[in-house]
């Protein structure tokens, strides 16, 4: 009786060991599950998270190109003609920003017999503009400088007889458009109307209208 009771205590001793182990080893299987699925779900934010600032980024690299290409060229040169007593009268290129004494300057200043009484030295450059600095004694009628031109704007102008200075004053006629109608008039002729000045090349509609009421023809 005695053996039969002692293998029965070592029986359940046995048994009640191998429970334990089980549910030691199950507590362990269940924790390294839990670890790996935490592994695996930082893994898919952090590739989530990487894969959304990728697209975050090109975007933003795609808006930039977009805004350069978008933005709108603007040109800060302009051109013009000085003439008159300076001491290196031509063609210049300045910026928009620059006056009339820049372009002064940049034509080496004015003579000692210049007559600079006429000139608004504070205007702001346009492309295009002729400035004629006159001398001395000189005849305001005979100019073109930045205020006569303001005043002699109704005055009418004969494309036959005119100058490149007459030209001048008109609006839209820069130094280059004054030269190429003096060019076809002296290859083809007279002109018989003012229409016939649509045929100089540079000189289309738009600028025609502008300076038609000062044109005229005899």
Do not use: C, W
Request: proline share 2%; glycine share 6%; hydrophobic share 40%.
């Amino acid at each position: 009786m005695n053996q039969i009771k002692y293998f029965k205590e070592i029986s359940l001793g046995v048994l009640f060991f191998s429970v334990l182990l089980i549910l030691y080893f199950s507590f362990l299987k269940n924790s390294e599950n839990t670890d790996h699925m935490d592994d695996v779900v930082t893994l898919e934010t952090l590739v989530e998270d990487g894969a959304e600032d990728g697209v975050k980024e090109k975007q933003n690299d795609i808006e930039n190109k977009l805004d350069i290409e978008e933005a709108p060229s603007i040109s800060s040169e302009v051109v013009i003609d000085i003439k008159g007593a300076v001491k290196k009268p031509g063609v210049f290129s300045l910026e928009t920003t620059e006056r009339v004494i820049d372009a002064v300057d940049a034509a080496g200043g004015v003579l000692e017999n210049a007559d600079t009484k006429h000139i608004n030295f504070a205007q702001m450059l346009e492309d295009e503009m002729y400035i004629y600095i006159p001398e001395i004694g000189e005849e305001i009628s005979q100019t073109v400088d930045l205020e006569t031109k303001n005043q002699i704007k109704g005055e009418m102008i004969n494309i036959n007889h005119a100058d490149e200075n007459d030209f001048a004053t008109l609006d839209g006629i820069g130094p280059s458009k004054a030269a190429a109608i003096i060019d076809y008039r002296d290859e083809n002729g007279s002109f018989k109307t003012i229409e016939d000045l649509l045929n100089v090349t540079g000189i289309g509609e738009k600028t025609f209208d502008k300076i038609k009421e000062r044109l005229k023809v005899n």
